[in-house]
């Protein structure tokens, strides 16, 4: 059965740092596009950050464009999220998502409808 499993959540100070993992289970990430997505409270779900299934293409949302790094290691069926520079307004769950009928980021890959599968998600929270 395919799944996926966001983790590294928590709770951290502005200026702090987290890395969130995706890991894939009953199938491979290998040929998939992945993206990282938000929602906060009352807010819509938002796309954070895409790569390709090669992972030498990445995009990011304005937002988090300096501060977020995704990553690949298709060796370990895992996609990270690397978030610097936390602010409280990226406080939300994350989750991850991919869609067997894509490996590179489409231009409107920050539309969640581009993703079939989904994680649970994991609640990050940036506050002093």
């Known amino acids: 059965q395919l799944q996926l499993v966001e983790s590294g959540g928590g709770l951290v100070q502005p200026g702090g740092s987290l890395r969130l993992s995706c890991a894939a289970s009953?199938?491979?990430?290998?040929?998939?596009?992945v993206g990282w997505f938000r929602q906060a409270p009352g807010k819509e779900r938002e796309g954070v950050s895409c790569i390709s299934s090669s992972g030498f293409s990445t995009d990011y949302a304005d937002s988090v464009k300096g501060r977020f790094t995704i990553s690949r290691d298709n060796a370990k069926n895992t996609v990270y999220l690397q978030m610097e520079s936390l602010k409280p307004e990226d406080t939300a769950v994350y989750y991850c998502g991919t869609t067997p009928r894509r490996t590179f980021c489409s231009t409107v890959w920050s539309t969640p409808t581009e993703f079939e599968y989904w994680g649970q998600g994991t609640q990050v929270t940036v506050s002093s």
């Open positions: 009953g199938f491979t990430l290998d040929y998939v596009v």
